[in-house]
């Protein structure tokens, strides 16, 4: 390797440990989990003293090669790839109130703003993996609007984008039962409308930069969640913003992404329910 792109690569490892330390600091400042926050810490450390390229290791080994340095599990490992991957890192844009999730998915060819919104609130998908993953296992196919030749067009982009030596190995174990999220929505709420949650000023449709929106970082077992309220387009136009709870989980468990609502129809009319999930929701 040329001297300029080694030392230009290993630039990025000093990159990515600066993006894992904002995250660090702002989950302190969001009273998170101490333990997690000295791990994202203790990543950046080592990326800044490796002597190897991140993105030489995602390239020859993938994420799996990642896993397998020192104080890099499988949620690190996932972090540095967006960060290198992706150009960009979904959790600290998630805590600081920067997600946009209908604007990334717009990114792609042949999905505008009507398309990109539906596959953010019917669907649930906030990233170009997610769009991914719909892509390939149905959920698009039975979306109106996606036709086999815009469905062609999405998977040959995002392949590109996304192009990566092998592919993701599917997470581990099911996904948390309705009922913890339904408990993890409850403590939420009930800890936004008694203040005892952290707020912040997320910048979407927020010119004032008015600190609103409350964040809960929380955990049940090994399950790390971090919960807001929906602040969508959607969420605004509908006066839903105190009503749709949206909660991230990101452990080396699994990731995913649930929203939960009141019901306005149907036999759980006036309940909460995660959507998607209805059936299995609480009487």
Excluded: C
Excluded at 27 to 48: C, D, G, I, K, M
Excluded at 128 to 138: C, N, S, T
Aim: glycine share 8%.
């Amino acid at each position: 390797m040329d001297p300029a792109d080694e030392r230009r690569d290993l630039d990025l490892n000093a990159q990515v440990a600066s993006r894992l330390d904002e995250l660090a600091s702002v989950l302190t400042s969001q009273r998170a989990n101490p333990f997690r926050v000295r791990a994202y810490r203790q990543a950046a450390e080592r990326l800044r003293n490796l002597d190897r390229p991140v993105s030489e290791i995602l390239s020859a080994e993938g994420v799996e090669g990642l896993e397998r340095l020192p104080d890099i599990g499988e949620r690190l490992a996932r972090a540095i790839r967006d960060i290198v991957r992706l150009g960009y890192f979904p959790m600290l844009e998630r805590v600081r109130g920067d997600v946009d999730p209908v604007k990334r998915l717009m990114t792609v060819p042949g999905i505008g703003s009507r398309l990109a919104a539906r596959l953010h609130d019917e669907l649930g998908l906030e990233t170009l993996e997610d769009l991914e993953a719909a892509a390939h296992d149905g959920r698009l196919e039975r979306l109106a609007g996606f036709g086999p030749k815009r469905l062609d067009g999405v998977r040959a982009v995002l392949a590109q984008r996304l192009s990566r030596v092998r592919p993701r190995p599917p997470a581990r174990g099911a996904p948390p039962p309705v009922e913890e999220l339904l408990d993890v929505d409850r403590e939420y709420r009930e800890a936004s409308r008694a203040g005892r949650v952290p707020v912040i000023a997320p910048r979407r449709f927020n010119p004032d930069r008015r600190a609103w929106l409350p964040i809960l970082h929380t955990t049940r077992g090994d399950r790390h969640y971090t919960v807001l309220y929906s602040n969508t387009a959607t969420a605004h136009r509908l006066g839903k913003t105190r009503d749709w709870v949206v909660i991230y989980r990101d452990d080396d468990g699994r990731e995913g992404q649930w929203t939960v609502v009141t019901a306005g129809s149907g036999p759980h009319r006036g309940q909460r329910v995660v959507r998607g999930r209805e059936a299995a929701s609480l009487a």
